[in-house]
């Protein structure tokens, strides 16, 4: 049973060879596209390409708790979340890696959560993100030489529509990355008490700056800065401890009412 999951966003519809392809079926339905079972360095991992194999999920259609739940079914622990990402800072460029710290939600109607009632439940979001997976892929980016920042607040916006000049100039205030799917992504993934980080690749400065970003755009940079992406998954992955000690799993403890 693979304890480590990964999902891949825009540019990223596969990491290996799959060895085996599973079609989960949730009580949410199905997921993006059929799990892919593979190894990465001799590590087993699951996949599931975000917005299916052939990008046929807008952002805010993304079937995100059955991505979710069909991971943890399978036995996965530990999210690995990939994404691309707008700059909202001179000093995060595109092509440099973001190991996301915080977000800020500006998502409008996703389903957000797994506790619908009768079981009610609040999870602590105060710390997002696994603080040992984001310590191991921080450390691994620098190593391998790839620009990294160790933080960013990620702005996640609806969607799939980019955003306004009057809006990115806002975002700019108090984030430094955007995009549109981390939010309800990482939310779920604690609510089942799974550790998540997220791995976001710049593209463009998004539309605060001359040229406004198009999808056209961040496809072509996410495709020439994939191999930074596998690299760091690659080098990465073996340091993930067996055993958890990140204390992402104790929300369970406190988060039902
Ligand atoms: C293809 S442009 C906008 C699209 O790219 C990002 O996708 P992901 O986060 O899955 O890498 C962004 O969030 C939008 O969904
Ligand atoms: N500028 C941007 N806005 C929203 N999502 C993005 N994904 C990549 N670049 C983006």
């Not at 599973?22 to 199905?30: D, F, M, N, Q």
């Not at 999920?57 to 069909?70: G, L, S, T």
């Not at 710290?101 to 609040?122: L, M, S």
Request: net charge negative; with cysteine.
């Amino acid at each position: 049973m693979p304890k480590i999951g990964i999902i891949g966003g825009s540019g990223v519809y596969g990491v290996f060879e799959p060895k085996e392809t599973i079609k989960v079926h949730t009580p949410y339905g199905r997921p993006s596209a059929p799990v892919e079972i593979g190894e990465i360095e001799g590590i087993e991992v699951a996949f599931i390409p975000r917005h299916g194999k052939n990008h046929e999920f807008p952002p805010h259609e993304v079937p995100y708790r059955a991505n979710i739940w069909a991971l943890h079914e399978l036995g996965v622990e530990r999210v690995i979340g990939i994404t691309a990402v707008g700059s909202l800072r001179e000093e995060y460029k595109p092509g440099d890696i973001v190991i996301t710290d915080q977000f800020i939600d500006f998502t409008k109607k996703r389903e957000y959560t797994f506790y619908n009632g009768p079981r009610v439940a609040h999870v602590s979001m105060a710390d997002p993100f696994c603080p040992e997976m984001r310590k191991i892929f921080y450390e691994t980016a620098q190593e391998l030489g790839f620009p990294v920042h160790e933080k960013g607040t990620y702005v996640c916006i609806e969607g799939p529509r980019f955003s306004t000049r009057a809006e990115s100039a806002m975002f700019r205030q108090f984030a430094h990355i955007i995009g549109m799917t981390l939010v309800p992504e990482v939310v779920l993934a604690r609510e089942l008490g799974m550790c998540y980080v997220n791995i976001a690749t710049i593209t463009d400065y998004d539309v605060w700056a001359d040229k406004p970003v198009d999808a056209q755009e961040v496809l072509k940079v996410m495709k020439e800065n994939n191999y930074k992406v596998q690299e760091i998954l690659k080098k990465g992955i073996p340091r993930i401890p067996e055993e958890r000690k990140c204390g992402c799993a104790d929300v369970l403890k406190t988060m039902f009412v």
